[in-house]
C-alpha cells in the first residue's frame, strides 16, 4: 500500500506531502498510553528538548492536513511507532472520504431547510455544547481501551517478521522460537514474509498478529524492542538494553518472559519509550571509556538526566547507582555515595530482580563493606 499524498500529473517527486490515518493516529495513541494531543506535543517537547511543544505540528497531522515526511516521523517517534505504519492508504480513503463528504454537506443541507435565525441559534447551541463536554470528553478517553486485558495467542495465526537492525539474523529465530508452542504455522514465517507490510498481512488475512521487533547497537550493548500488530493497530511490549555478548538462552528468556507477561496483562505493559532507551544504552559507553572524574560525571548527567523523563527506567536508576559508586571512589565523597545508596534503592523499589539492579547492589555493597 501506498502513502496517499497529493500528486502533480503522478509524479510522487513533486507530492506536498503525506498523510496520516486519523484511524491509525488513535490507535497508536492508545497503545502508547498518551491521553491527548497536548499530552503527545509534551513527549516530541521532551525527546527533542525543545523550547516549546509542538501543538500546531500534531493539530496539523491529526487533521488530516498533508505534511512532510519529518513531521510524520516526529509524531511516530512520539508515539513509540514507525511512520509508515500511520500512513492513510487507498484502504482507508473511502471511509475518510465518506466522512469529508458528510461534513461538506451538512451545513449546505442546514442552510436550505433553517431560517437564518434558527440556523444561527443552532450553531450557538452546538459551539456551548461542545465547550462543555469536550474537556470531559479529552480526559475520558484513555478509559475507553481498544486493547484487550491480555494477549490471546491460542488458536491464533502468527508470524514473524525478520527483526530489523543488527544481529536480526540471532534474534528473528529466538522470537520465533519463543512463539513457536502457540501458533503451528509459525516456523519459517521470517522467511516466508522477509518483505512483507505487516498490516498487508493482517488486512490480507495471512496472520492475526505479526510480531516483530528492532535493534541498535551501541558498542558492547544492543538497543532491542519487540511490537506486535494486530487488526487494532501496534504496541511495543517489550523494550531494553542488552550486551550483545548475551547468550542466546538469555535473549529467549527475555523474549519468553515478554510473551508471557503480555497473556497475562497486555494493557499493564509499561516499557521505556524508545528513543530513551537509544540515549540510556548510548550513555553506557561511557563504563568503557577511561575511569576519569569528568566521563564518570558525564556518565552521571546523562542518568541523571534520563531518570528524570522517566522515573520508572529501572535499568537507568541501577546504572546511575553504579556511575555514582564509581564517582564517590574519584572524589572521596560520602555524600555522592549516598546518591548511590538512593539510586539502587529506587531501582530495587521498581524491581528488586532485574539483573542490572542486582549489579548495582552489589556494586554498593563491595563499596560501603
Request: aromatic share 6%; with cysteine.
Amino acid at each position: 500500500m501506498e502513502p496517499v499524498a497529493d500528486k502533480n500529473n503522478g509524479h510522487a517527486k513533486r507530492a506536498r506531502g503525506v498523510q496520516a490515518s486519523p484511524a491509525k493516529l488513535r490507535a497508536a495513541q492508545l497503545a502508547a498510553g498518551i491521553k491527548s494531543q497536548a499530552e503527545l506535543a509534551k513527549r516530541i517537547q521532551q525527546l527533542e528538548g525543545l523550547d516549546k511543544a509542538p501543538r500546531s505540528l500534531v493539530n496539523r497531522v491529526f487533521s488530516g492536513e498533508q505534511v512532510d515526511l519529518l513531521s510524520l516521523e516526529r509524531v511516530a517517534r512520539a508515539l513509540n511507532t514507525q511512520a509508515w505504519t500511520l500512513y492513510l492508504t487507498s484502504d482507508d480513503q473511502p471511509a475518510d472520504n465518506l466522512s469529508t463528504a458528510q461534513t461538506t454537506a451538512s451545513p449546505a443541507t442546514a442552510k436550505t431547510k433553517l431560517a437564518p435565525w434558527l440556523y444561527a441559534a443552532a450553531m450557538l447551541t452546538l459551539l456551548l455544547l461542545a465547550g462543555h463536554y469536550w474537556p470531559a470528553a479529552e480526559e475520558a478517553m484513555p478509559q475507553l481501551s481498544a486493547e484487550p486485558a491480555a494477549l490471546q495467542l491460542e488458536r491464533k495465526v502468527i508470524t514473524v517478521l525478520p527483526l530489523q537492525g543488527e544481529h536480526s539474523q540471532l534474534l528473528t529465530p529466538l522470537l520465533e522460537q519463543a512463539l513457536a508452542s502457540y501458533s503451528s504455522s509459525l516456523p519459517g514465517s521470517a522467511g516466508r514474509f522477509a518483505s512483507a507490510n505487516p498490516l498487508q498481512l493482517l488486512a490480507d488475512k495471512q496472520a492475526d498478529m505479526v510480531f516483530t521487533g528492532e535493534s541498535r547497537q551501541f558498542g558492547r550493548h544492543l538497543a532491542l524492542r519487540l511490537f506486535v500488530y494486530q487488526r487494532d493497530g501496534m504496541q511495543q511490549i517489550w523494550a531494553g538494553t542488552v550486551a550483545v555478548s548475551s547468550s542466546e538462552a538469555l535473549l529467549l528468556r527475555y523474549f519468553s518472559d515478554t510473551i508471557a507477561q503480555a497473556r497475562q496483562n497486555l494493557a499493564a505493559i509499561a516499557n521505556p519509550d524508545w528513543d530513551l532507551v537509544l540515549r540510556y544504552t548510548d550513555s553506557l559507553n561511557y563504563f568503557e571509556l577511561d575511569r576519569t572524574e569528568q566521563n564518570i560525571l558525564r556518565l552521571s548527567n546523562e542518568l541523571s538526566a534520563i531518570v528524570r523523563l522517566d522515573a520508572r527506567y529501572t535499568d537507568a536508576h541501577a546504572a546511575l547507582c553504579s556511575a555514582l559508586i564509581q564517582q564517590s571512589i574519584l572524589n572521596g565523597s560520602p555524600d555522592t555515595l549516598q546518591e548511590a545508596q538512593l539510586a539502587c534503592d529506587q531501582a530495587a523499589a521498581l524491581n528488586p530482580d532485574a539483573i542490572s539492579v542486582l549489579q548495582a547492589k552489589a556494586n554498593l555493597a563491595r563499596k560501603q563493606g
